[in-house]
Antibody
Framework: QVQLVQSGAEVKKPGASVKVSCKAS????????ISWVRQAPGQGLEWMGWISAYNGNTNYAQKLQGRVTMTTDTSTSTAYMELRSLRSDDTAVYYCARVERRRLAYWGQGTLVTVSS | DIVMTQTPLSLSVTPGQPASISCKSS???????????LYWYLQKPGQPPQLLIY???NRFSGVPDRFSGSGSGTDFTLKISRVEAEDVGVYYCMQSIQLPSFGQGTKLEIK
């Protein structure tokens, strides 16, 4: 069965960077893209961007351009999302999700990133 | 950017009664390929979102048939024919005809 398992919770100081991983199993990794979505405490869902696991093409939300980088390692079927210059309003649960025909059908369990001095 | 607007933002329903959530998009979600890229998700407390409905009206694998979606263009509706206790959570619509965006969410609680 399709599974996306994310790395554990992180606590970072303002200005630091964080890199969250998302390990896929149960399907051919390079056949689908991965999107990243975040959710601030008590708030709604915010789409961050997408990466093709086939060729590494990316598309990022405009508000995060320049601070976010999404990558994949096809040898380990793992996707990564790095966010730099962290601010307090980046505190959120970060989710990865498999993209198939534009829908986010399978989701990771989420990774809480806390930004605090 | 496409703005998704859901109403109501909260809903309290007696078990066994129906429920309905509206989602309106700022632009048409009908693509030139003939598909309409509108989805519905349910986020149960403490869990990631789960896909309920794709392309307006198609139930995802394992989704009970009490959930149904309808609509076209810019106006869409999710209906639950008979609400059960396990349906509590926040419902989101999402579009992906352009870069994806979500509605604000509708919180469903049981009376």
């Amino acid at each position: 069965q399709v599974q996306l398992v994310q790395s554990g919770a992180e606590v970072k100081k303002p200005g630091a960077s964080v890199k969250v991983s998302c390990k896929a199993s149960g399907y051919t990794f390079t056949s689908y893209g991965i999107s990243w979505v975040r959710q601030a405490p008590g708030q709604g869902l915010e789409w961050m961007g997408w990466i093709s696991a086939y060729n590494g093409n990316t598309n990022y939300a405009q508000k995060l351009q320049g601070r976010v980088t999404m990558t994949t390692d096809t040898s380990t079927s793992t996707a990564y999302m790095e966010l730099r210059s962290l601010r307090s309003d980046d505190t959120a649960v970060y989710y990865c999700a498999r993209v198939e025909r534009r829908r986010l059908a399978y989701w990771g369990q989420g990774t809480l990133v806390t930004v605090s001095s | 950017d496409i703005v998704m607007t859901q109403t109501p933002l909260s809903l309290s329903v007696t078990p066994g009664q129906p429920a309905s959530i509206s989602c309106k998009s700022s632009q048409s979600l009908l693509h030139s390929d003939g598909k309409t890229y509108l989805y519905w998700y349910l986020q149960k407390p403490g869990q990631p979102p789960q896909l309920l409905i794709y392309e307006v009206s198609n139930r995802f694998s394992g989704v009970p048939d009490r959930f149904s979606g309808s609509g076209s263009g810019t106006d869409f509706t999710l209906k639950i024919s008979r609400v059960e206790a396990e349906d509590v959570g926040v419902y989101y619509c999402m579009q992906s005809i352009q870069l994806p965006s979500f509605g604000q969410g509708t919180k469903l609680e049981i009376k």
